[in-house]
């Protein structure tokens, strides 16, 4: 997501980093290429131009002409103003005696099903006790499909079938969460078109007869311009309290995102990438700011960690690291819990400075490298990745033969792997990383 916007982005603040002095000229031609940019992001024309007055009244006056890097302040203009557009995180609303709805609505195709199963998950993993209602009486394999979600991911699933109505399906449904001790309701209403009267009258009256305290637009990133017209219809008659945008890993260009919260005043809450149940993630515009202008995002880095990796497991392996036991066999377990965490490429975009070290390697090609190291890693005996040293020729070629690569490779990939080595024990000879490796060990 951003990709293409965020390229033009960092060009363009490059150019005016190198300047030790900016005309007003100088900001003109600089905004616009900003706002060439973001038209072509697929921004909405009337957000871009209500954002570019506001970035070059700031551009033009003292705070940029007194400043020791003119450059760096249009940039941080730029961000303030970008994070002003994007408006506030939304959080949900689960205050008050429980059970709470939670009501999805949008168009068909948008995702609603799958992002139903993954809110439900998300909260159940906060502590929450979810249950899923399969409201959507048109659509043939709706049903089915969230009760085979709700199966997989152990998550109930309340449904009558499709011979009885939504706002009756909806209203028992609430009757049902409060035998069985549900504290959160999530309704997955049918798609519709925003123009389809009958069916809005259907999804208003589901929102009379349940009153939830949340009412989210799921819409499809994809759509662009459109997802914005269809945000604006359905406030209009839903009152919406959030967005949900899915599909962002298919959507390089991202104007939806910049744009929606701008047009309706509607908080973005969510964002969905992907098929995987945990391809889920609570929406924080300074993280999505930073991410648009290449600065990276640590915060959501260390959340994806935090979410994959055992604690007490990371701390075995971060003492290992620094009193230079790490061996092969740790690699590979590091490795493995990465990949859980996503695709690597995109791990490493949210480190600040790895965006431009990436610029050019494909994003499979980082992949099959990974693979390729996994391969050989698995090729070797359990004592070989204890020992790598034990590596003669012959074992080398054994290893090279079984995991597909050359001896070539792999001898690259033991340099590497031993140049990590005294990497870590020259730190594991610094004071501070003595003292970190007391800190892991007391955590045990």
Known sequence: MFEGLSDRLQSIFDRLGKRGFLTEKDVDEALREVRMALLEADVNFKVVKDFLVRVRERAIGAEVHKSLSPGQAVIKIVHEELLSTLGEGGHLDLGGAPPHVIMLVGLQGSGKTSTAAKLALRLRGAGRRPLLVAADTYRPAAIAQLEQLGKQLSIPVYSEGDKVSPPDICAHALAKAVSGAHDVV???????????????REVEEVKRRTKPQEVLLVADSMTGQEAVNIADAFNKRMQLTGLILTKIDGDARGGAAISMRAVTGVPIKFLAAGEKPDAFEQFHPDRLASRILGMGDVLTLIEKAQAQFDEVEAAKTAEKMLSARFDLEDFLGQMRQL???????DLLGMIPGMKDALKGVAPEATERQFKRLEAMICSMTRQERHHPDLLNASRKRRVAAGSGTTVQELNQMLK????????????????????????????R
Not at 339 to 345: I, Y
Not at 416 to 443: C, H, I, T, V, Y
Request: zero cysteines; proline letters at 4%; a positive charge.
């Open 186 to 200: 999530i309704l997955d209403t049918a798609g519709r078109l925003q123009i389809d009267d009958a069916m809005m």
């Open 416 to 443: 590497q792997f031993r140049d990590a080595q005294e990497m870590m024990k020259k730190l594991s000879n610094n004071p501070r990383m003595r003292m970190m490796g007391g800190l892991m060990r007391g955590k």
């Open 339 to 345: 990949r859980k965490m996503g695709p690597l490429g």
